[in-house]
């Protein structure tokens, strides 16, 4: 059978091209690799090589044809001693219609007609019970997420934890304190500081199975590794077709802490919380931060764990159980109320907890949510706790454009406009970088009396 | 065409200073090493000609990096691995997959973007893996393969398993900053890791003298204190006798190893590139005097192991391979749009 020659795509986006000039003459030789022409796409002049071995029997397209649609026949190889005169023969005549072209993949054919299905939705289970009559231990921040690492590690072999200052130096703000003395610097593993790479040596170890805790110094030095979190980790499941993903947590301190000033002073939850294949958690309490440390560790997902350097040194109550895990993507109700729904995540609670106490004072029964994990957002809480107060305020340290807030307003909006009595309101930080002196420090991020302005807004008092 | 005894174009060197290493003389393989290596290499061969000439048709889209020109260097280190042994590499990568024996079928489907596809369609020319073949992708960011090739050395000697991370990466991606921060923990924690340079001359457009400023790329562990040797990239026996050097070190604890392999690839960087940055004349001088298959197929004719025929005969065996493959991935359904939202997270 003599080959067809066809007009090649040379590019993601071409259609049609020119036959700018044949390198080759009817009845010459050809082997795999020759230049036969040239052709000039949108792109650039490119030239055809030759795939097959034979000799070329017919150019059916000549030089300084214009616009010849890609899979023209535009010449004829006769193979293995094929008479040449017959091998072109009825070539370059209109083909039947079905011969005419290879079947392109839909996308190429239409655009798409049928409607996209939505995303499945996946339920959450809820907090397990606390058991009547279980201790409650006043505990830190920093302590739960030492407890959380260690129990995890206790539990599973497969998991270790890297980062700057891990390891002698017990943790730059001391959240792996004790784990080298328990063990060993096989599992608790110093790095130098080099971000990127050791971001993609997790990952790469995860990948292989391993269950890494990458800790940041803070998350503003993620930015050097967020390449590898995000193209490497957050992706490889979806593009593996589901073979391979990168079980691993990636956890340390974001925010603002105290007069750190721009560079180490910003909130990545929105920017997380963009990318699908990412989990992102931010907790406010010691218990919530445990409970959901330990969740993320055995996550098989890349988990972000978002952390405050402030809130580590402040105690909640723990319960004292054995094995205390949450489910990452579930809402808590921090305080029921029915007047009005403030969400909150992380360190914006503390304003949220603060405003709640002014307004009852005022008569004003708020309901605080605190929403633990950013991705995947749990809706149902917000949207059932507006159902009940019509009324909502977000309240968030990081910069407003595309905030967290934003995003809940708009689903908020969508799904339960007939509900609200007010707009919804979104306080987050101010829209500038974060300044280093006190003053100005104080005035960028959120307040309380923000948080309580908005509610009498929203309340209209 | 190509001669069996042929020069290697790389000058053997012993540069590392602390290692005393140097590169060791090409294998002598036996018949069925040589015939082994003729039919991987031709199959890697034929399928790439087979994907340019599917894209020229419009059933691959996208991106696509062909291997052409470069088949030796997988396929000579790939004879000196053992079972567990991981890959890794960027996104000129369909070689790799075929060297790691995952299936023509599957990665031709991934090309045509269909269900039978090894990513299922989802993933494309630069995004394949297979787990039990141990081979982890397929990247498609320059030099991000290089950080978890080192992680999945970490794994090893956290799990002492003995196995070597084969992480490969071009000339391009060795400019990049976490190339140098992979290589300085892979030597800190002695971390069983090969760093294959395939060095093939061009960055996309860019010759290697203009984009680097130190070009003997064997050099780059120096720093580190990671030995480096520059291997005839185009001769299968030199790849598989450096491969066999660098698995031992690695293997005895001796932390990571370079191998430079000097090689060429004959087409674009892609299927769009014209390829203007370079002359006819030096294409077609490595085609024809320096082509890693020519090469084997010379030695076997001159050592009389095999004929003309019984040679066609494994092209013929190589390229229904290939034709079934295509055949599959032209035909074989798109993914079902519920595909759309799966794997995203478990």
Redesign the interface.
Same mark, same amino acid.
């Given at each position: 059978m003599p080959i067809e020659i @066809?007009?090649?795509?040379? &590019?993601?986006t071409?259609e049609e091209g020119n036959v700018s000039k044949w390198l080759k003459n009817e009845g010459d030789k050809i082997v795999? %690799?020759d230049?036969l022409a040239e052709i000039e796409?949108d $792109?650039?002049?490119?030239?055809?090589?030759a795939?097959d071995e034979g000799t070329l029997a017919k150019i059916v397209v000549p030089a300084g044809t214009e616009g010849v649609k890609?899979?023209a026949v535009i010449a004829v190889l006769a193979v293995d001693g094929e008479d040449i005169d017959k091998a072109g023969e009825g070539v370059g005549e209109e083909p039947p219609e079905a011969e005419k072209?290879?079947?392109?993949?839909?996308a190429?054919k239409s655009e798409a007609a049928?409607p996209?299905?939505a995303?499945?939705r996946t339920e959450i289970a809820a907090d397990p019970d606390i058991p009547a009559g279980t201790e409650m231990v006043s505990t830190t921040v920093r302590e739960a997420l030492r407890d959380a690492m260690a129990e995890e590690m206790r539990r599973d072999e497969d998991v270790?934890v890297m980062g700057e200052e891990v390891a002698e130096y017990q943790g730059a703000y001391k959240i792996t304190q004790g784990l080298l003395q328990e063990f060993g610097d096989?599992r608790v593993v110093d790095?130098?500081i080099?971000e990127?790479?050791?971001?993609?040596?997790?990952?790469?170890?995860?990948?292989?199975?391993?269950k890494p805790i990458v800790e940041f110094m803070t998350f503003n030095f993620a930015m050097q590794a967020i390449?590898?979190i995000i193209? &490497?980790a957050a992706k490889? @499941?979806?593009? &593996?077709?589901?073979?391979? %993903?990168a079980p691993i947590v990636f956890r340390g301190p974001n925010g603002a802490a105290a007069r750190v000033a721009a560079q180490h002073s910003q909130c990545y939850a929105a920017w997380y919380s963009h990318i699908? %294949?990412l $989990?992102v958690v931010m907790p406010y309490t010691a218990a919530d931060a445990k409970g959901l440390l330990k969740a993320a560790i055995r996550d098989?997902?890349p988990v972000i764990f978002l952390e405050n350097e402030i809130l580590y040194g402040h105690s909640f109550d723990v319960p004292k159980l054995d094995d205390f895990v949450l489910p990452i993507g579930k809402a808590r109700i921090h305080k029921p109320g029915k007047d009005v729904s403030i969400v909150s995540f992380g360190i914006g609670m503390t304003y949220a907890v603060k405003a709640e106490a002014e307004l009852r004072g005022m008569g004003i029964d708020a309901e605080i949510i605190d929403l633990r994990t950013i991705r995947p957002l749990d809706f149902d809480t917000i949207i059932a706790s507006v159902k009940k107060t019509n009324r909502l305020v977000v309240v968030e340290e990081g910069f407003p454009q595309n905030s967290v807030g934003d995003h809940i307003a708009n689903q908020v909006s969508q799904r339960a406009f007939d509900f609200l009595d007010a707009p919804v309101i979104t306080i987050a930080g101010k829209d500038v970088p974060m300044p280093y002196a006190a003053n100005l420090e104080k005035l960028a991020l959120p307040n309380v009396g923000e948080v309580v302005e908005a509610v009498k807004a929203v309340t209209y008092r | 065409m190509a001669t069996a005894a042929r020069k290697a174009p790389a000058k053997s060197r012993s540069d590392s200073k602390s290692s005393g290493l140097s590169a060791p003389k090409p294998a002598d393989f036996t018949k069925d090493e040589e015939l082994a290596a003729y039919r991987h290499m031709l199959l890697i061969r034929r399928f790439e000609e087979k994907a340019g000439q599917l894209y020229g048709m419009g059933f691959i889209g996208g991106f696509c990096h062909l291997y052409i020109g470069q088949e030796a260097v997988v396929t000579g280190m790939k004879m000196a691995l053992v079972d567990g042994d991981q890959m890794i590499t960027a996104y000129r990568d369909h070689g790799h997959m075929l060297a790691m024996e995952l299936s023509p079928r599957g990665v031709m489907a991934e090309l045509t973007g269909r269900r039978g596809g090894l990513s299922r369609g989802k993933g494309g020319s630069m995004h394949m893996f297979s787990k039990e073949k141990h081979f982890y992708g397929g990247h498609g960011i320059v030099g991000a393969q290089v950080s978890l090739g080192t992680g999945l050395a970490f794994a090893n000697r956290y799990r002492g398993n003995n196995n070597v991370s084969l992480t490969y990466f071009g000339d391009g991606a060795a400019n990049q900053g976490q190339v140098y921060e992979s290589f300085n923990m892979a030597s800190l924690w002695k971390l069983p890791v090969i760093y294959i340079i395939e060095n093939n001359r061009y960055a996309m457009g860019t010759s290697v003298s203009r984009s680097s400023a130190e070009t003997d790329f064997s050099h780059r562990g120096a720093s580190f204190k990671i030995p480096g040797i520059q291997v005839d990239g185009m001769d299968v026996r030199a790849v598989k006798s450096a491969g066999d050097l660098a698995t031992e070190w690695c293997r005895a604890g001796n932390g990571p190893l370079i191998l430079e392999m000097q090689t060429y690839r004959y087409r674009g960087h892609s299927m769009s590139d014209p390829a203007k940055y370079r002359s006819k004349e030096e294409v077609q001088k490595m085609r024809s005097e320096h082509d890693p298959i020519e090469q084997v197929k010379a030695r076997l004719l001159d050592k009389k192991w095999a004929t003309e025929d019984e040679l066609k005969t494994v092209d013929k065996e190589v390229r229904d391979i290939v034709a079934d493959a295509a055949e599959f991935a032209q035909n074989d359904a798109e993914p079902d749009p519920s595909e759309l939202w799966t794997d995203i997270v478990l």
């Open positions: @066809l007009m090649p795509a040379l &590019s993601p071409m795999a %690799g230049v796409t $792109k650039a002049t490119m030239e055809v090589e795939v890609v899979n072209a290879a079947p392109a993949p839909a190429a049928a996209v299905a995303a499945p270790f096989r790095t130098p080099t990127h790479g050791f971001a993609g040596v997790g990952v790469g170890a995860a990948m292989a199975g391993l390449d590898q193209n &490497s490889t @499941l979806y593009m &593996s077709g589901g073979q391979m %993903g699908p %294949g $989990k098989p997902n | -």
